[in-house]
């Protein structure tokens, strides 16, 4: 077990991390925003399946690619989160238990926009253990996993990397706090989690349920 106290920020990914990949939240958002693409830039739905895959790859955000590919205002594009379908996204009761035993800040650093996180974490029912929503308006459109938006991220909420620890369902998005000398945790919840990029170094502990794993792991 790690001692709870040596940890002054909780640092969480939203989307795939706080609740599992099978609610099918991402892949709502990916049609919905290939939908809307196809529309503006007048092209058919397959081409815009591969435009998104391209401006994901180039720029590693489908709203920054946009906007500096095509000049596209990033509000325009996050009215497309308002319809998505969460009927289905419960309270998270286990989650929430385990998040309310933490001493310290917990911030969201997503690439998602502030509306969309709020919401989410509302529906889970643990909006209200989070301090600070580090989205991808705050964050100027750098996404994860660019190192500059971390250490604008440290900056920002005068965060001291080596008393911090990080979850996070994409490998990738953990090298850089790792490189700063934050803790990290894979959260398996999606197929690219279990990618040979999870066995890297820049990964300190694997996570299958993140409400077990903190319950489990942390003690006051």
């Known amino acids: 077990m790690i001692a709870s106290n040596n940890i002054e920020n909780w640092v969480f990914d939203l989307d795939n991390t706080l609740y599992p990949a099978s609610l099918g939240i991402i892949e709502q958002a990916r049609e919905k925003v290939v939908v809307y693409m196809a529309d503006l830039l007048k092209i058919t739905h397959e081409e815009s399946i591969h435009l998104y895959r391209e401006l994901h790859k180039d720029y590693g955000s489908i709203m920054r690619g946009l906007k500096i590919k095509h000049n596209l205002q990033p509000k325009d594009l996050f009215e497309t989160m308002r319809g998505l379908d969460l009927s289905h996204v419960l309270p998270d009761i286990k989650l929430h238990k ?9 911030i969201i650093f997503t690439n998602a926009p502030q509306l969309h996180a709020e919401t989410m974490l509302e529906k889970l029912g643990i909006l209200q253990h989070f301090d600070h929503i580090y989205d991808i308006s705050a964050a100027n459109y750098i996404p994860k996993p660019l190192p500059e938006t971390y250490n604008n991220f440290l ?9 911090s620890i990080m979850f996070e369902d994409v490998p990738m998005n953990l090298k850089p706090a790792s490189d700063l000398g934050m803790m990290t945790v894979l959260v398996r919840n999606n197929p690219e989690s279990f990618l040979p990029d999870c066995k890297k170094d820049y990964i300190d502990h694997i996570a299958d349920d993140i409400a077990e ?8």
């Open 98 to 106: 385990a998040l309310s035993k933490l001493k310290g800040r917990k």
């Open 213 to 220: 794993w903190l319950h489990n792991t942390y003690m006051e």
């Open 155 to 163: 900056v920002k909420y005068n965060i001291n990397p080596a008393n």
